[in-house]
């Protein structure tokens, strides 16, 4: 199915840690365009009756338990022979793409990028950073053990990783998905935020 | 061995292709910096003895015949246990460190992101697009065939992907070893050059 439509977005990809949801925030406040992220959530809830912590959970995280417990579940809901995965996937595909028509606006993770990926006025990018810098983000923001921070994640890596070839049948973080990737460790998040600007207002007009 | 040393310095990684020598080229004559490309191979030559012709082609590219070929090389030259690609580098390897010495400046391809990666003050970029832009502008620069160009252009990424893995033993084009990749064929030439601009004067001074 082609997606067609005219408002100006971007999508973020980015690491666990790696400041691109803040990067993401800030970036849609100086835009003046809304932001979703957690929104995404609320809407999908809203629209097929998932509770939150569900879509939160299983939203853009792999869990092979469950995945494989689900691969055996017969043909007996709405969607056929889809398991509740494979469900969840379809309504928070079906909120991006509405969010997406509605106005220009920054989507943080979620395959957003693959989701929006025929449309010309999407500008993909890819927010990452080296282990240490990650660690330390996270160790300031959650106040957890240096090894439990570490353990945490290498999982959400792994995890989103998983759940992005498994819906897209595509490499998470490989250049050729994204117009632009940035090392928020290196270069900063406030450099992150002030080049996707630049590329939204200028670069980008197709 | 560490290096260090003041200058500041962009180091850019291409795909065939993608125009990125004519960003780096273009980077140097705004920022009022040397950019180092074919000069590296001039440098060489002077230093080592190497053929110019030689050097270009087995500068940046495996050759697989030819280097297994000479991994069978007995132990007679001054290098000891090392073949002539492995001079190679150790050659260009010195001529890179040289230059970076000499000031601050741009370096084209040849590994000097990995060559100089243990250096602070060096942002490494690494230059991308998609495979119709790249061929569209190898027809327009070359006048090749379409099927002689993408044949032409998968044989270069493949020795360059190569020649990266075997000499650094990491991945050519992994965003891990890269502060910032940019889709040329997305964002366009000038807004490359425009970004890294000011990535150098602003965003990185460590």
Redesign the interface.
């Known amino acids: 199915m082609e997606v067609v439509f005219m408002n100006k977005i971007i999508t973020i990809s980015r690491q666990y840690g790696s400041g691109g949801r803040g990067i993401g925030k800030q970036l849609a406040k100086e835009l003046g365009i809304p932001c979703y992220d957690y929104e995404i959530i609320e809407r999908v809830a809203q629209e097929s009756g998932f509770a939150k912590e569900f879509i939160e959970q299983n939203g853009e995280y792999a869990s092979s338990a469950v995945w494989i417990g689900n691969s055996f579940v017969a043909n007996g809901s709405p969607y056929g022979g889809m398991n509740v995965h494979d469900s969840l996937w379809v309504a928070q595909r079906a909120v991006i793409i509405k969010l997406a028509e509605e106005g220009p606006c920054v989507f943080v993770g979620r395959c957003a990028d693959y989701i929006l990926r025929d449309k010309q006025d999407v500008?993909s990018a890819?927010i990452?950073a080296?282990m240490d810098s990650r660690l330390d983000r996270l160790k300031t923001k959650y106040g957890q053990s240096a090894e439990a921070t570490q353990r945490n994640l290498k999982d959400k890596d792994k995890r989103r990783a998983a759940y992005y070839r498994f819906y897209t049948d595509d490499e998470w973080?490989d250049?050729?998905n994204?117009?632009?990737?940035?090392?928020s460790g290196?270069?900063?998040d406030e450099?992150c935020v002030?080049?996707l600007k630049?590329?939204y207002n200028?670069?980008?007009s197709k």
Not at 178 to 183: F, G, I, K, R, S
């Open positions: 500008i890819f990452y080296d973080g250049v050729k994204y117009d632009v990737c940035l090392n290196r270069i900063g450099a002030q080049i630049e590329i200028d670069h980008v």
